[in-house]
Structure formats: structure tokens, C-alpha cells
């Protein structure tokens, strides 16, 4: 029997590792018994290179009224880590039946796609994912290659989150960091390079995961996906139903704000918006007690419009105190077609309340939903190219090539 969580909706986590995977600091029981007390009720079984099924353990455990999984995989190596599901595990042969890894994913991918036979609805996501190498520069010689070409269509999903905070907002699709006192590094920003890729075409969805290698420090639900779900009771979750919903992009990832978005028409993250000179936005966000936003940006496009920016600082009156931070109809206007993400974060806060002592605790509150597509012209969606006022980032940048960059942006 579902006790909490929002209805209609289930929490997912689509990667997480225990026992099995050989790299993990808890047993297969601890896993299941830290995802069900994130209350995560979707949790596909991702251990590295191995098809098994957590099932057996959330049965034994007396937590099959909390919590599902399907027997799947991650398919490691020294390139791109894939996660996929269903699988049927194959005791006693090797790795239970899993396939072999590929340095190329799009093999990986197909072959994940056709292993133990075609199946319509699977899921694929690339984990984690080197968006240089396999989007834009995929043999690393500094020069735009297109990456591995066609990857974008073999996926359902990347990770645009995966353990530690957003950068969604940061504007850069790549930054300098200080690796030591003495040296710096040119670091890549996933999630702005898939707002560039989705002006270029792309459509796999975002993911938000845990990638959980121990409960405590790297433990489950620093992030999570809500998507929505036919019965609220986890045993009665059908991964077909997940599966379908998380290709279509119905989807918001979150890191504790509960986020919801929509047009005023109804259509929902994932959906295409017909709307000449643009839409309306129905955009609410909840939180519990120990976690708050001040900030609710719309990317138009992948563009942090100042028009469609809320603080609280600039709109106290457009935001709460209680459990409901922000409940608005926001205009949108748009000239064009437009991919709408609405962004809410905490910039002046964290989740220390929650989690004390962990890394996890100075991660903000942030949730975004996948975006809603706006067809403005009536002639479909089009993307529109805009890399956002930077190039797609190659491999090999420079410290000081990456420092001129960001110098000529912030002309
Ligand atoms: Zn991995
Ligand atoms: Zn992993």
C-alpha cells in the first residue's frame, strides 16, 4: 500500500549499484532497504556488467509494497557506460547471460537494443556521459566531428544528472576549475551541452541519478525522476507504463523540489505546445520543510531569458513560505520554435538539513522538467541551431583557450 509521494506520479532512479558490481561499499540488502527508505519505487536492477534481479531480495525483505525493480544492467568499460533493461538473468553462465562491451557505444547500443531478442520497449541510457566524445569530437583531435554518429538515435536517455549538483543555470558548457595550487583544468558542463545538443536536434531525455556506491557519502536520493504512473502502488508499477513515459520525455528531475509544468493547455513536459506568439506556463513548486527554492527560471530555447526570471528577492510576492514556494501562470512569448524548461533552485541554500555529514548536503535543491516543445510556425518543431553564444566544446581545450572564450562571452 502506497504511503506518500505524489499521486500519480512515481519516483525513479534508474542507476544504482550494490554487491555485485564489485566497486560498491554495501550489501544487496542495504541497497534495497536505502532505496525504499528514500521511498524510490522505481528502481531498475543496474549492476556493472551482469544481468541479475533485485526482486527476489525487495520479496524477501517483506518491501514489495514499496518499491519494484526489472532485471537489467550497466555494460561497463573504459568509454561510454550504458544502463538497459529488461533482461532475463541466466544463472550460471557467464555474467548471467550479459552481452560484452563495446569501445564504440552505438555497438554497445544496438546490441543492447536486440540482446535476448527485440523488445519494443526498452530503455537505454548512456550513463554519465562524455558529451564531447559522443556528441562533438569523437576521436578528440580539437576538431567538431559530429561525435559518434547516430548515438543520439540509438538512446532513450542520458544522464544529465548523476550524484552531484546542476549547472544547468550556469551558462558555460565548459568552466575552469583548480585541479591543485598549481594546475587547472578545462571541465566540461553536461547539462548545458545537451541545452546546445537540443538546439542541434537531439531528443533523448534528460536523467537524474544517484549512481549510489554506498549509503552513506554516495548513498540514493540526492536525485530522483518523477514520472507519471497508472496505480501509485509500487508492486503494481508497470516498467512497460516507466519505460514509455520516460522515452516520451514525461519527466522532471529533481534533487528535492517537487516541480510541476505544464501550458495552460495542458500539455506536459515531453509534449508538443501549438501556440502562435506563445504560451502560457502553469508552473507550481513544493517543497518539504527542511528544503527551499528562490529562484524559478524559464530556458527558452536554453536561453535563461531576464524576462522569465523569478527571485525572490525580485518577485517576493511570487513566492511562499509554507510547503508551496511558487504557484504561477507565467506568459511566455516566443517568436519562434521553442523548447521550454522551467528551472527551480535553491541558490541561497542547501541539503545539509538532510543530509548532515554526507557530501550530498552541499548539493542546491534544483528540479527541472524535460522540455516542452512549442511549435510557434504551425509547420512542426524545429530546432533552431543556437549554441547558445559559445562553440560546441571540442576535446583538447586549452585552459587558455577556454579562458579567452569565456573572456570574448562576457564582452
Ligand atoms: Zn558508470
Ligand atoms: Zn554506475
Redesign the pocket.
Known sequence: MRRWGPAGLCGADCHNHSTLSGDNTCGTDDRIINLAAEQIEFAPTTEHNRLYDWQPHIDRLGLHDELTTVPGL?L?GSGA?LNAFPFRPAPFTQDNGAPVWNPDPRISAITLRDWQGAEPDRWIQI??PDMVADFIDRDGDGRVDGGFAGLAQLIDGIETQNYRGSEILGGQPFRIQRASSTRETVVYVREVIRLQMLNQGHRYAAMAVN?AHSVHGNGVDAWRMYMPSASDEPSAIDWRENSRHAKAGRSILTSGPFLQAETTDGIQPGGMARGAGGVSLRIKVQCTTWIDIDRVQILANGLPRPDLNFTRQTHPDRFGDGVVKFDATVPVSLTEDTHLIVVACGEHSDLSLGYGTSPQAAIRPCAYNNPIFVDVDGSGFAPNGDRLGWPLPVKQLSVEEARKLIAARSQ
Open positions: 550497466e561497463t557506460h550513463n554519465h549512481d
